[in-house]
């Protein structure tokens, strides 16, 4: 079986790049001032094409998750949590990345961005409980 990777794109690449270095970014609009995640290469709202990019804090909330019981990958243990998290910063981008906690998530809970480097091109975003 064949190890699927993110195949990062012309509008991802920059994302996964400030991932490798722990820089949570999302994109933001320099007309409207809309942000985004995933990354793209002009704004929903206003269609224009000129945007930067906006470190913003790796928090947020889980929206909703699944268990995972299918061997997708080689070496990955099954089964395991894939969570849905809304970003505090920036309300309607949705991110999604495996669970680290001791325990199942719950719905609402505050959670925190960890990075798990894979290897020396690959950095994933996971998410833990957030202390307190």
Same mark, same amino acid.
């Given at each position: 079986m064949?190890t @699927? $990777?993110p195949? =990062?794109?012309r509008?991802s690449q920059?994302w996964? #790049? $400030?991932?490798?270095? $722990? /820089?949570?970014a *999302?994109?933001r609009?320099?007309? &409207?001032g809309t942000?985004r +995640?995933?990354? !793209?290469a002009f &704004?929903?709202? &206003? %269609?224009t094409?000129?945007?930067?990019w906006?470190e *913003?804090? =790796?928090?947020g !909330?889980? /929206?909703?998750?699944i268990?995972?019981?299918?061997? +997708?990958?080689?070496?990955? $243990?099954? =089964? @395991?949590?894939?969570v849905?998290? %809304?970003l505090?910063a *920036?309300?309607? &981008?949705?991110?999604y990345?495996n669970?680290?906690?001791?325990?199942? =998530?719950?719905?609402? /809970? %505050?959670? !925190?961005?960890? @990075?798990? !480097?894979?290897? #020396?091109?690959?950095?994933?975003v996971n998410?833990t409980p957030?202390?307190?």
């Amino acid at each position: 079986m064949m190890t @699927y $990777r993110p195949e =990062p794109d012309r509008d991802s690449q920059e994302w996964w #790049e $400030r991932i490798a270095t $722990r /820089e949570f970014a *999302v994109q933001r609009c320099d007309m &409207c001032g809309t942000t985004r +995640f995933p990354a !793209r290469a002009f &704004c929903p709202a &206003c %269609r224009t094409e000129a945007w930067h990019w906006q470190e *913003v804090e =790796p928090e947020g !909330r889980v /929206e909703s998750w699944i268990v995972n019981h299918q061997p +997708f990958m080689p070496g990955a $243990r099954e =089964p @395991y949590v894939v969570v849905m998290v %809304r970003l505090a910063a *920036v309300p309607g &981008c949705l991110v999604y990345g495996n669970w680290h906690g001791e325990r199942p =998530p719950e719905p609402g /809970e %505050r959670v !925190r961005a960890s @990075y798990n !480097r894979i290897d #020396e091109t690959l950095t994933l975003v996971n998410w833990t409980p957030a202390g307190g």
